[in-house]
C-alpha cells in the first residue's frame, strides 16, 4: 500500500478523485481479510485487492458510480455476507461476512494524505480513525494493536496503523537466514538480521533486511526487546549459540519464536536445557523445527517452509 498512498497523492493533486476501499470486519471464511485495501481511480485504474470475485466485482463498480457524482459523497461502510443471494449477499457462496468502507477522497483529504506520507518518510506509523462523521489521522500510540474496531448498526468506528509491517527478527545471517529475509522482504515483513561474525557474505550482500547489526549473543536480549506482535527466528550456526540465544528470549512474549534445526538436535537441546534448570512448558511453546513439513532441502526451499508457516500464524483467527 505504500506507494498506492504516493499515487493517491499524485491524483489529488491533479484534481482528480478516487475511492478507497477498506474491510474493516471479516468474520468466518471471508475472501478479504480486515486491513485489505484497494483504491478505484477516476481514470479507470484500480490498485490493491478487498477479495477478489463477483463480489470485489459489484464493489468496484458502485465505487466508480461514486467517484463520478459531481459532489464527493460522505463516506459509508456496507455490509457484505458471503451466503448466496440474499439481502446484505455479496452473490458469492463461500460463507463468512465481511464489512467494507467505502471513502471517497477528493481534494479536501490532500493534507490527510499529505501527513500519511510525511509520517512514512520518517518511519512513523500513524493511525488511520474513521467513523460515521470524522476521518482523521492519530499519532501511533493511540492503540496498542495493529487494528481496533467496532460495529453496532449506525455506532462504529475503525483504526488501523497505516503502513506496519510485520517485525521479524532473523538471529543468524547465514544462507537460510539470507534467503529467509528475501522472501519474507517480499511479503511485506519488516526484518531485522543479527549476528555475531563480522564481514560474513550473507550478512554483507543482505539487501533485503531493514536493520542489520553484529552483536555479540550474550546480549541478544538488549537487541530484541519483548513484542507480542513479533516474530523471532533463532538460527545460529551453532548448537551452543543457538541455545544461548533462546535462554534469554523465553521469558519474553512474542507472537512466535522458533529454532531451525533438526527435531534431533532440538530434543537434546531442550533436554539439556530443562536439566539445567529451564522450565518445560515455556520450551514447549517454541516453535522447532522452524518451518512447515514440506520435505525442503535448499536454503531457498527451507525459507518458504519457515514463510508459510509464519503467513498461518499472521492470518490465523484468534
Not at 493517491?8 to 480486515?34: F, H
Not at 493511525?127 to 467496532?150: G, M, R, W, Y
Not at 538471529?171 to 563480522?198: C, K, M, P, Q, W
Not at 533436554?271 to 518445560?280: N, S, Y
Amino acid at each position: 500500500m505504500a506507494s498506492n498512498w504516493r499515487k493517491i497523492y499524485k491524483a489529488l493533486k491533479a484534481g482528480e478523485t478516487c475511492c478507497l476501499l477498506l474491510i474493516i470486519e471479516s468474520i468466518g471464511s471471508s475472501p478479504g481479510r480486515q486491513g485489505f485495501k484497494m483504491v478505484v481511480f477516476e481514470n479507470g485504474d484500480i490498485l490493491g485487492s478487498i477479495g477478489g470475485g463477483t463480489m470485489e466485482f459489484a464493489l468496484v463498480e458502485e465505487a466508480r458510480e461514486i467517484i463520478k457524482q459531481p459532489h464527493l459523497p460522505a463516506h459509508f461502510i456496507k455490509r457484505q455476507i458471503h451466503q448466496g443471494r440474499i439481502k446484505h449477499g455479496s452473490g458469492m457462496i463461500c460463507s463468512g461476512e465481511q464489512t467494507v468502507l467505502f471513502l471517497p477522497l477528493g481534494k479536501i483529504h490532500i493534507d490527510l494524505i499529505s501527513q500519511v506520507l510525511a509520517a512514512r518518510e520518517v518511519g512513523d506509523q500513524p493511525v488511520l480513525s474513521v467513523n460515521p462523521t470524522s476521518i482523521e489521522l492519530l499519532d501511533s500510540k493511540a492503540i496498542q494493536s495493529q487494528f481496533q474496531h467496532k460495529i453496532r448498526e449506525k455506532e462504529w468506528f475503525y483504526k488501523e496503523r497505516i503502513g506496519q509491517r510485520p517485525l521479524v527478527y532473523i538471529v543468524g545471517a547465514g544462507h537460510v537466514g539470507y534467503a529467509t529475509s528475501r522472501i519474507l522482504d517480499l511479503l511485506e515483513f519488516e526484518v531485522v538480521l543479527l549476528d555475531n561474525r563480522a564481514g560474513l557474505n550473507t550478512f554483507v550482500q543482505n539487501n533485503t533486511a531493514s536493520r542489520k547489526e553484529i552483536i555479540e549473543f550474550k546480549n541478544v536480549a538488549a537487541a530484541i526487546p519483548e513484542n507480542p506482535e513479533a516474530y523471532v527466528l533463532v538460527m545460529t550456526h551453532k548448537f551452543k549459540e543457538d541455545r544461548l540465544v533462546l535462554e534469554q528470549l523465553l521469558e519474553k512474549e512474542f507472537k512466535y519464536l522458533g529454532v531451525l534445526g533438526s527435531k534431533r538436535k532440538l530434543e537434546i537441546m531442550f533436554a539439556a536445557m530443562i536439566q539445567a534448570g529451564t522450565d518445560e512448558q515455556k520450551l514447549k511453546a517454541v516453535k522447532g523445527p522452524l518451518g512447515l513439513s514440506i520435505n525442503s532441502q535448499t536454503p531457498d526451499e527451507i525459507a518458504i517452509s519457515i514463510a508459510a508457516e509464519i503467513i498461518s500464524v499472521r492470518n490465523a483467527k484468534n
